[in-house]
């Protein structure tokens, strides 16, 4: 749809805008522009060059009255002066000025009530179809008068030469201004820079509101109604294990939870493709199809895709509307949550693949967040690194995780919640040595919480994790349920399960301070 929306957009002598395309409509210009390749499958693939995954580093927000107070400041939200904002700014509009651009507005939130609307300005047509995919689309009447909340300009192409004297990281820039209710982005084609901008923004706005945010998937069971919330960083298995034939889809990555239960942030999925393949993941293989957009991938002479492949980078992606999951829940909105699961991709093979969780151990794990960077999520990770990130998500969080946390608490003391801890990494071994969790052990387990399976009192204590491990599990044999039967030695095991405790011990410090509500440090392991 063509218009002329200068006076609203704020960039001048544009000589078209292209306003909400539809798929058809998007599939034309990438093919005219040459962005994309269409697949076997029919879905398109686009290159995002050397930028394949986030840049966090190149993250900030202004320091402004309005936030100055709330934003939890360091590493993850650095700051930045509303000048440098004021000047990259007006680059960004000199840049577009005289561009074709395309513009999604749109909104964040399935629930009426707490969705957030937004815009998003974009050069590239493939950048467009990621913004239709991810985000929820508007009917014709929402469309009407419709006034963005927040709004990104991703100028893609334009590199800010004079990033050292302005105090950045790079020629690369990812600037918000919280107070504006605007973000600019240049120098990195990613996509993920959009859809987690946005998140960040959310995770801004809503907990000030008593409206907990979470970097999680979830879904429902068909029968019960009963929903399951799956937290976990990439590569830690939320969308695999919750796009699940049996139970209904919420959503992928990002929700929130007021007090009329959870609902998806977005209106689509962004799933890693690498080693994707039919039989483990059917539905979301299947949801590559036309309208999908694949990232990085290698595409054949015969135009098929090699999954296999991490020739351009590991973090391969294809982002689809949710409705490509012909198991979902079209409303986005489920009750309150049942069940909690924290995933984690433990790197050094020592934690069980499952284990319950009192609601004090809960709040441990939710704010220390242990887990391993996934190789290809962010630049310049090659291989698994065992890390802590707050709120199995910490990049995202504007506001300090203790906030997250004290939310999350009071919801699952209210309505019951029970947790789990399921470690989707290594057994048998840390990484080079042992390998990796299959797929249908984790899967069982999964419906093990779910179906009541993992309710009985055989539970061993591990003294130093400080975790009840199941002695059984249906069929499933106790050496594949307890870590330590899968190791050669078990002094071994446990000198490496007493350096992670000491990793967690270090690392929970922060949450420790006179400043804190709470001390969850008994919850957690322990090397008495």
């Known amino acids: 749809?063509?218009?002329?929306?200068?006076?609203?957009?704020?960039?001048?002598?544009?000589?078209?805008?292209?306003?909400?395309?539809?798929?058809?409509?998007?599939?034309?210009?990438?093919?005219?522009?040459?962005?994309?390749?269409?697949?076997?499958?029919?879905?398109?693939?686009?290159?995002?060059?050397?930028?394949?995954?986030?840049?966090?580093?190149?993250?900030?927000?202004?320091?402004?009255?309005?936030?100055?107070?709330?934003?939890?400041?360091?590493?993850?939200?650095?700051?930045?002066?509303?000048?440098?904002?004021?000047?990259?700014?007006?680059?960004?509009?000199?840049?577009?000025?005289?561009?074709?651009?395309?513009?999604?507005?749109?909104?964040?939130?399935?629930?009426?009530?707490?969705?957030?609307?937004?815009?998003?300005?974009?050069?590239?047509?493939?950048?467009?179809?990621?913004?239709?995919?991810?985000?929820?689309?508007?009917?014709?009447?929402?469309?009407?008068?419709?006034?963005?909340?927040?709004?990104?300009?991703?100028?893609?192409?334009?590199?800010?030469?004079?990033?050292?004297?302005?105090?950045?990281?790079?020629?690369?820039?990812?600037?918000?201004?919280?107070?504006k209710k605007i973000a600019i982005i240049g120098g990195t084609e990613y996509g993920g820079e959009m859809k987690k901008g946005i998140f960040s923004v959310m995770n801004y706005y809503k907990p000030l509101e008593g409206i907990l945010t979470m970097h999680c998937s979830a879904n429902v069971g068909k029968d019960r109604g009963d929903s399951a919330l799956f937290f976990g960083l990439s590569g830690t298995g939320k969308t695999t294990l919750s796009t699940d034939p049996k139970r209904p889809l919420i959503g992928d990555d990002e929700h929130g939870w007021d007090d009329e239960g959870i609902w998806n942030l977005e209106g689509g999925c962004y799933a890693k493709a690498i080693n994707l393949n039919p039989d483990d993941e059917p539905l979301i293989y299947n949801a590559i199809k036309r309208d999908a957009l694949l990232e990085n991938v290698v595409v054949r002479d015969d135009s098929t895709v090699d999954y296999s492949s991490s020739q351009k980078t590991e973090n391969t992606r294809v982002s689809y509307p949710i409705f490509h999951i012909p198991n979902r829940i079209e409303s986005g909105v489920a009750g309150h949550p049942e069940n909690i699961i924290f995933l984690t991709c433990d790197a050094f093979g020592v934690l069980p693949p499952v284990a319950r969780l009192t609601p004090e151990q809960a709040m441990y794990h939710f704010l220390s967040g242990y887990t391993a960077k996934v190789a290809g999520t962010e630049r310049g990770v090659t291989e698994p690194t065992a890390t802590f990130s707050a709120c199995f998500g910490a990049a995202f969080m504007t506001l300090h995780p203790t906030k997250y946390a004290r939310l999350l608490g009071e919801k699952m003391r209210k309505h019951n919640t029970k947790a789990y801890l399921v470690n989707t990494g290594w057994a048998g071994g840390p990484y080079g040595v042992g390998q990796r969790m299959k797929i249908k052990l984790t899967r069982s387990i999964i419906d093990g919480i779910f179906d009541g399976t993992l309710d009985h009192g055989k539970y061993t204590h591990h003294d130093v994790l400080n975790l009840d491990i199941p002695d059984e599990m249906g069929s499933v044999e106790t050496s594949l349920l307890h870590p330590w039967e899968s190791w050669k030695s078990r002094d071994d095991y446990e000198a490496q399960a007493k350096k992670l405790a000491g990793m967690f011990i270090e690392n929970f410090k922060q949450y420790v301070s006179d400043s804190h509500e709470f001390d969850f440090t008994s919850h957690g392991p322990k090397l008495s």
């Open 1 to 179: 749809m063509k218009t002329t929306m200068e006076q609203i957009v704020g960039i001048k002598n544009t000589p078209v805008i292209y306003r909400n395309l539809s798929y058809e409509e998007i599939f034309e210009h990438e093919k005219k522009k040459g962005e994309t390749t269409l697949t076997s499958q029919g879905a398109m693939t686009v290159d995002t060059g050397i930028f394949t995954g986030r840049s966090p580093k190149d993250k900030f927000l202004v320091k402004e009255p309005s936030s100055e107070n709330n934003v939890w400041w360091g590493k993850i939200n650095q700051p930045c002066s509303a000048e440098i904002f004021e000047t990259l700014h007006k680059r960004v509009v000199e840049y577009l000025a005289g561009k074709e651009l395309y513009v999604f507005d749109g909104f964040a939130g399935a629930r009426k009530s707490t969705r957030m609307s937004l815009r998003v300005v974009t050069e590239r047509a493939w950048q467009h179809h990621f913004c239709t995919n991810m985000f929820i689309r508007p009917t014709d009447a929402e469309l009407q008068n419709f006034d963005p909340e927040f709004t990104i300009i991703n100028a893609s192409g334009l590199k800010n030469p004079d990033w050292k004297e302005h105090g950045l990281n790079s020629e690369v820039f990812v600037l918000f201004h919280l107070g």
